[in-house]
């Protein structure tokens, strides 16, 4: 079976929002064996919904829609819905004295138009909605002669979720065929994109069975591998020996064989090794710091450190001399050095990191462009500085900046 995700919503065609709720359901779809072929963005007009409505129904087997089930007047996914499938709404009395109690119970008056959550497709069952007033609903019907899974769901996520899992999970798995899907992702770190597929094109051409999709950011290569078979094992063979080949031909630039993000990594290996690590930070802004404790459990090796933009703060926080300052400027292998020293030794870890740089779009100079950064790790065995230069805007630079430091910090640990 195949599915479509619309999602609703005229704020979703702006720069301010974005549709994220679909990424979530793609991946319980994809669990369930259910492959999204289709993924749009209605805005709120009735014509336009229901144009989009006929157009999914037309090409596949489960249809979600998601958002305008709130009771303004430009919330049309019921109506659209209902007209596209030439269906009846019906006013659900349960639903409407569950409304009426809701608002009660806050001491809230409601406005006449919150009753139009309460209307239901005809045929439809109404899912629970335990975070919100507007409940979901779960059709199968009939289109063009052919059997259509349609539901209707709330759009905020703190809604849309538990409701996906709690009410829609299971009815899904009663429809789906059975089928054995296996999949690994391989991420690999410091390799750009032409030159990764360049080198694994010629092995998983030879892989038909299965399918590989390749994914590039700032930094890194992200090998996407999915396989069908008969068996869950002879799935999962398939998948597994695909990517033992790949990691065979890039070797240590594979941080994670199961799609662990390199901060996880890096904290694996901290942990295994019973290390600990401060930063100093300069051109990041505190975004290593940030990166390392987003992972739960860092504290267990990450001790803290300095975002160090003015040199006098990288003298005082991270003891980097004035005068290494003066004769090498602040951004330099020797200030880097510097820093990563410095702040292992003042927070007394095993292992410093220091970063400083010119992250733009001002303050390049030829002999110094925009982009030039350079990373130092520091333990016991010394210190190692490394240096690139990096393209794109300054958001971009910083991110490549964390991403070799903490590929850095991987590859001396391990």
């Known amino acids: 079976m195949n599915a479509e995700i619309i999602a609703i919503g005229s704020e979703l065609l702006t720069p301010f929002r974005q549709d994220t709720n679909s ?6 779809l994809n669990e369930l064996g259910i492959e999204l072929d289709f993924k749009s963005v209605i805005g709120d007009r009735r014509s336009d919904l229901i144009n989009a409505a006929r157009i999914a129904f037309g090409r596949a087997d489960i249809i979600i829609f998601m958002g305008g089930l709130g009771p303004t007047e430009d919330d049309l996914t019921r109506e659209a819905v209902a007209e596209s499938l030439g269906l009846a709404l019906r006013r659900d009395p349960r639903l409407e004295e569950e409304l009426r109690a809701r608002f009660a119970a806050h001491g809230w008056k409601m406005a006449d138009n919150n009753l139009q959550q309460a209307d239901v497709i005809a045929g439809a069952e109404v899912l629970a909605n335990a975070r919100g007033t507007a409940p979901g609903q779960f059709l199968r019907a009939e289109f063009r002669g052919k059997q259509k899974v349609v539901m209707l769901l709330p759009g905020p996520p703190h809604e849309i979720l538990p409701m996906f899992d709690g009410a829609c999970v299971e009815r899904l798995r009663s429809i789906a065929p059975p089928r054995n899907i296996a999949t690994r992702v391989l991420r690999i770190a410091m390799v750009g994109e032409s030159l990764a597929d360049k080198r694994a094109a010629a092995i998983y051409k030879e892989h038909s069975d299965v399918q590989t999709t390749i994914l590039a950011g700032a930094g890194e290569v992200q090998f996407h591998l999915r396989a069908q078979a008969a068996s869950q094992a002879k799935a999962q063979k398939a998948v597994d020996t695909l990517a033992s080949k790949l990691e065979d031909e890039f070797e240590e630039a594979v941080f994670s064989a199961h799609g662990e993000s390199l901060e996880q990594i890096v904290g694996y290996y901290l942990q295994m090794r019973s290390a600990t690590l401060a ?11 940030q990166r390392i404790t987003s992972v739960p459990g860092s504290s267990r090796y990450f001790l803290g450190g300095a975002i160090v933009y ?3 703060l990288k003298s005082d926080l991270a003891g980097v001399p004035p005068l290494l300052i003066a004769e090498h400027g602040a951004v330099s292998e020797q200030v880097a050095a510097a820093l990563a020293e410095g702040i ?23 002999q110094k462009p925009v982009g030039l950064v350079f990373i130092a790790i520091a333990d016991d065995s010394g210190t190692e500085v490394v240096e690139r230069r990096f393209p794109g805007d300054r958001d971009r630079i910083r991110l490549y900046a964390t991403q070799l430091a903490l590929d850095t910090i991987r590859r001396k640990l391990m």
Do not use: Q, W, Y
């Not at 003042?346 to 390049?364: E, H």
């Open 344 to 366: 292992r030794e003042r927070c007394k870890a095993s292992m410093g990191a220091g970063i400083t740089g010119i992250a733009g779009p001002g303050g390049g100079t030829e």
């Open 23 to 28: 990424l979530a359901l793609t991946a319980k």
């Open 279 to 289: 930063v100093a930070e300069s051109c990041t802004g505190g975004m290593l710091a």
């Open 310 to 312: 003015d040199n006098s």
